[in-house]
């Protein structure tokens, strides 16, 4: 028999075959992969799971507490009644605690770890421990009798809050524990692309050239893709540290101004100078804050009508000191104020990132011109995207003298991680999110680009009609002052707090301070307060969360919000709504006054007399 390698019918037979048996092993490789990936997907199902149950177990046993505050409260202070199941306080705490039995059961019928097994019998111990001790203050309190009362208060104020700190461990255990067991089904996951990656480039060694250049494609796909995850990622983690920072910064800012104020109060003439000079550097700090916070709002867009001419003429201002000398600025204002209704930080941002892509398409150097006015477009216009409906709109025209585009890359300019840059300027993200913005305030854009000219953008936005003015403003001589009102700030920044008092007082109000929610409560509880100033994010205790409690007995109360970075807070599922009146940090002593004046009055937004 003759070896069938020495005739050409054999060659191809041979390769016929490792071919076969290269697509037969892929085949087989991929039936293996699919059904591991299915388990592990189906782990990774029950993981997340757990840890959806365990999370909402955790957030009932806050909303559990929150309403066995309440409720120990009119137990301490002996209000009549409160131990019936059907007083108020009571009978929301008793709600919270079946809600929070129902999660707890829920989460208890998944099938967990033995550690994870063990956390939760802790929490359903501790749970039915509180509950029994729960029930023998309800015994003594209803006996009337005053030695009685006083241990039902006794062991509210003790074994209690004890027992909720067991089943808060708990919780918190729990949810690190499922959090662990999410991060390693998927990490498994992760491992079963890298081994099938190894195994395809095996295989396809042995397969012919067409098979190695299409598993080489596949591989690289397979890179970009994993590359363009990360570097998303990479911007949402320095989103989350800028927000971070910001919210600190600002603080620290609000205690340089305000106290800067303070000092200048008594000073002399050439210390007031010197103070002022102060006062301007940390007043500049806070704009570049603001600069770097229009950045990164993605979620909590908050749209306004607004003069684009203000916003045009701050992005001017930080452009002029980071574009370089080598570009030359002109920025051509409206003549006449132009309003729209947008997110002006966001206006900002794009101005900012087509600036930055016009200065890299002119190494050399060049100009870059800014230009705002008005035009009357037609109804489904030519070369604009999306189309829009006729009308007058407001366009904004950014063009450079750098090298132009392709009509090749002219076409892809908006897509999601699309750019011409090397790796490592540039993540393709800036022009779709220049796209993004304009659409979402019901935009459109234009570009017109040749190579070796420039490039122009063309941007339109629906004219806004002019906001109703309120019948009286205020003006800076004529800030508000208080007449007595009493108020309670809350805010974990000892100096802050301070300098906020010291304004309040100064300006007729009298003030009382805490630290943290818990103290709030006590303060409230022994003298009330006609306003709640307080931080939205403390440890322990949110202000929302502070705010919820207090409604719950003084409904009308008013509170004032403030914060250092509002962008994490506001929004679906966040602290508090688009809605909510923040004041933000750093502010000075007359918009204090001013927000203290207007959340008295009661009118979202309203405007108080000065007195």
């Not at 929490?123 to 001790?133: E, Q, S």
Request: aromatic content about 6%; charged content about 20%.
């Amino acid at each position: 028999m003759a070896w069938p390698w020495r005739n050409r019918t054999g060659k191809r037979l041979l390769i016929n075959a490792a071919l076969i048996a290269v697509l037969l092993a892929v085949a087989a490789l991929g039936y293996s992969v699919s059904r591991r990936q299915e388990t592990m997907a189906a782990e990774a199902h029950r993981a997340q799971q757990l840890a959806q149950a365990a999370q909402q177990v955790k957030f009932r046993a806050a909303d559990f507490n929150g309403w066995q505050t309440a409720y120990a409260m009119d137990i301490l202070r002996a209000v009549p009644e409160a131990a019936a199941d059907n007083s108020p306080s009571r009978a929301k705490f008793l709600d919270a605690a079946a809600a929070f039995d129902r999660e707890l059961r829920a989460l208890e019928s998944l099938p967990v770890s033995d550690e994870a097994a063990r956390t939760i019998t802790i929490v359903r111990t501790a749970f039915n421990d509180f509950m029994a001790l729960d029930q023998k203050v309800v015994k003594l309190y209803r006996s009337g009798e005053a030695g009685d009362r006083k241990a039902a208060s006794e062991f509210v104020l003790g074994p209690e809050i004890q027992l909720y700190e067991q089943i808060t461990d708990g919780c918190d255990a729990t949810v690190a524990l499922s959090a662990a067991a999410v991060g390693d089904s998927f990490a498994r996951l992760e491992s079963v692309g890298a081994d099938t990656r190894r195994h395809i480039i095996l295989l396809s060694v042995m397969a012919a050239a067409l098979a190695l250049v299409s598993a080489a494609l596949a591989e690289a796909r397979q890179r970009v893709v994993e590359e363009r995850a990360r570097e998303a990622q990479r911007m949402a983690s320095l989103g989350q540290l800028a927000g971070g920072i910001a919210h600190d910064f600002n603080n620290v800012l609000a205690i340089i101004l305000n106290y800067t104020g303070f000092v200048a109060e008594n000073a002399s003439d050439e210390a007031r100078k010197d103070l002022a000079h102060v006062s301007k550097a940390a007043e500049r700090a806070a704009g570049l804050t603001a600069q770097l916070l229009s950045f990164i709002r993605h979620e909590s867009i908050r749209p306004e009508v607004f003069d684009v001419n203000t916003a045009i003429a701050e992005a001017h201002a930080m452009l002029a000191r980071t574009l370089g000398e080598h570009i030359e600025l002109v920025v051509v204002p409206s003549p006449t104020p132009l309003r729209i209704c947008a997110d002006a930080g966001q206006i900002q941002q794009i101005l900012v990132n087509l600036a930055v892509n016009a200065r890299d398409a002119m190494p050399d150097g060049g100009t870059l011109v800014i230009t705002a006015s008005t035009v009357n477009l037609e109804e489904n216009q030519a070369d604009i995207r999306p189309p829009v409906k006729a009308g007058r709109y407001f366009q904004l025209l950014v063009t450079d003298t750098g090298g132009g585009m392709s009509p090749e890359t002219l076409d892809r300019i908006f897509e999601p991680f699309f750019t011409t840059k090397p790796k490592g300027y540039g993540t393709g993200l800036g022009l779709a999110t220049v796209f993004g913005i304009v659409t979402a305030a019901g935009g459109s854009i234009d570009v017109s680009s040749k190579l070796g000219i420039g490039t122009t953008f063309r941007l339109y936005f629906p004219v806004a009609d002019a906001p109703q003015e309120a019948a009286t403003a205020f003006s800076p001589s004529a800030v508000p002052h208080g007449r007595g009102q009493s108020i309670l700030i809350v805010e974990d920044e000892p100096a802050l707090s301070a300098s906020i008092a010291r304004i309040l007082a100064a300006g007729g109000y009298q003030v009382r301070s805490a630290v943290n929610g818990p103290d709030a409560l006590a303060a409230h509880a022994y003298d009330g307060c006609d306003l709640l100033i307080v931080d939205v994010v403390m440890p322990d205790m949110s202000g929302p969360r502070l705010a919820e409690i207090l409604h719950r007995t003084h409904p009308r109360l008013p509170v004032l919000y403030i914060s250092g970075y509002i962008d994490g807070i506001l929004g679906p599922n966040r602290l508090c709504t688009p809605e909510t009146d923040v004041l933000e940090k750093p502010f000075t002593a007359n918009q204090l006054l001013i927000a203290v004046s207007k959340a008295l009055a009661g009118a979202p937004g309203g405007i108080t007399a000065p007195a």
